[in-house]
């Protein structure tokens, strides 16, 4: 089964249309909207749903133009109002049948001009740079080419369809536990109103955003410099550049990923719209300004150890200096440069982890804070397997053990309750920490295991 919305987040009376497909042809199906979050740990509430759907398959994906733009024209399935039975929230739409294999949707329902102390900024951009349905992405490293522009009109599959579950449900229902009232909205919603991250005490951003449209970049260090904190939890954040245009189903549904500037029109006319890494020409805009630290790279699996056991962020986890947190780091990470001019002069290093290259060169991914002249606190987890990490349940990764669980989830409270109040630096200082280098911390690794290899 599979599917997709005119929608990626919508309030109280708008009204969406879900386009739904099923392999073959099947009579009662349904399409269920939970509302996802704590809940007592079940994870979630069944909020709405449609039933006795009559579903069958719908028309191939269509694949146009040198961008190779892929997407489904399929015919609508049936349109719902988003009533105020619809608690604000990130939501998951199921649809489902008798004998097939069912799939979700993500949806953001949004409480505009709400102030709540914290507000979730959902990196759909993200989830559609990874989609390979219709069989392209932005990425090359499929058997077709990449294209260099993608539309939220198709459903989500592969690296889109599991990033909601990897990244972005663990923090959610986190908050939700903590019980911090939360506005939710996607950068989407940021980047055609960038001011409503000034509403919020804190911003709060899963485990994988990496594609940032200008007005985004702009409007998080606005708000910054406004006093708002932002927490990364996650890797790998604002590091490719994006712009949007509109689809046949509405405004900002499509992706502009060039990865160049050689062709690009709109680049030549406005330098500042091109789509490149964000930390290359003609941009010039690395991510650590922001982030605190800058993107290492990808493949290592393995452990966090503490290097600033003293931290407020450690509060209440019992850990010592040199600890190890087993099996914390997979997916990519970051790493802080202490030579970039970019590089905030007070980042408290937390956390790091030890690892060796292919050719036997040794670096380290890396948990940083710091407070901006705003007295707003920024941190960044360093790698993008946080949130599951808290949720236990990881590709690719070897089981965490409980207690390492518990820190992690540990920090990531103490993180929300301090951001949610305002300001942190008014009560959470930023202790410049600098880490050792990258080869005295995997010199000083007490057993080889504690030194991650990169397989790439």
């Given at each position: 089964m599979n599917g997709y919305l005119n929608r990626d987040s919508a309030q109280c009376g708008d009204t969406i249309t879900a386009y739904l497909s099923s392999p073959k042809m099947v009579s009662g199906a349904s399409l269920s909207a939970y509302r996802m979050g704590y809940y007592g740990g079940a994870g979630g509430r069944l909020i709405w749903e449609a039933k006795d759907l009559a579903l069958g398959p719908q028309a191939n994906a269509t694949v146009t133009g040198s961008s190779l733009l892929t997407e489904a024209p399929w015919k609508a399935t049936l349109t719902f109002h988003v009533t105020g039975h619809w608690v604000p929230g990130y939501y998951l739409l199921v649809v489902r049948a008798s004998g097939q294999t069912p799939s979700s949707i993500p949806l953001v329902i949004r409480a505009d001009g709400d102030n709540a102390p914290l507000g979730y900024q959902a990196s759909v951009l993200t989830y559609q740079a990874y989609n390979t349905f219709g069989g392209h992405s932005t990425y090359g490293n499929l058997p077709a080419a990449a294209s260099t522009e993608v539309s939220f009109d198709r459903p989500y599959q592969d690296g889109g369809y599991y990033s909601a579950y990897q990244y972005e449900l663990p923090i959610v229902r986190e908050l939700e536990k903590v019980g911090i009232d939360t506005d939710y909205f996607t950068d989407t919603d940021t980047d055609a109103n960038p001011g409503l991250l000034k509403q919020h005490k804190g911003i709060i951003i899963g485990g994988h955003s990496e594609y940032w449209t200008k007005r985004m970049y702009d409007g998080a260090l606005a708000a910054r410099q406004a006093g708002v904190n932002i927490a990364?939890?996650?890797?790998?954040?604002?590091?490719?550049?994006?712009?949007?245009?509109?689809?046949?189903?509405g405004p900002d549904r499509r992706m502009v990923v060039r990865r160049t500037v050689a062709g690009d029109t709109a680049a030549a006319k406005d330098p500042s719209q091109a789509t490149v890494n964000w930390a290359d020409p003609p941009l010039n805009r690395p991510e650590a300004a922001l982030v605190g630290e800058?993107?290492?790279?990808?493949?290592?699996?393995?452990?966090l150890r503490v290097l600033h056991?003293?931290?407020?962020?450690?509060?209440?986890?019992?850990?010592?200096?040199?600890?190890?947190?087993?099996n914390t780091i997979g997916g990519e990470y970051d790493q802080v440069d202490v030579n970039k001019p970019t590089t905030p002069r007070d980042v408290d290093v937390l956390a790091a982890m030890p690892l060796r290259t292919r050719s036997g060169e040794a670096e380290m991914a890396t948990t940083t804070y710091y407070v901006a002249t705003s007295q707003a606190g920024v941190f960044n987890a360093g790698v993008t397997y946080w949130p599951c990490v808290m949720n236990g349940d990881c590709l690719h990764?070897?089981?965490?053990?409980?207690?390492?669980?518990?820190v992690i989830t540990r920090m990531t409270d103490n993180i929300l309750s301090a951001f949610a109040a305002g300001p942190a630096r008014r009560q959470y200082p930023s202790t410049p920490s600098w880490p050792p280098t990258p080869e005295e911390l995997v010199s000083s690794a007490k057993q080889p295991g504690d030194v991650s290899q990169r397989i790439y």
């Open positions: 990364f939890f996650g890797a790998n954040s604002v590091y490719t550049a994006v712009r949007l245009t509109d689809s046949p189903l800058g993107y290492g790279y990808l493949g290592a699996t393995g452990s056991a003293q931290s407020w962020i450690f509060a209440g986890t019992g850990v010592t200096a040199s600890q190890v947190l087993r990764l070897a089981p965490t053990p409980p207690s390492a669980r518990q």
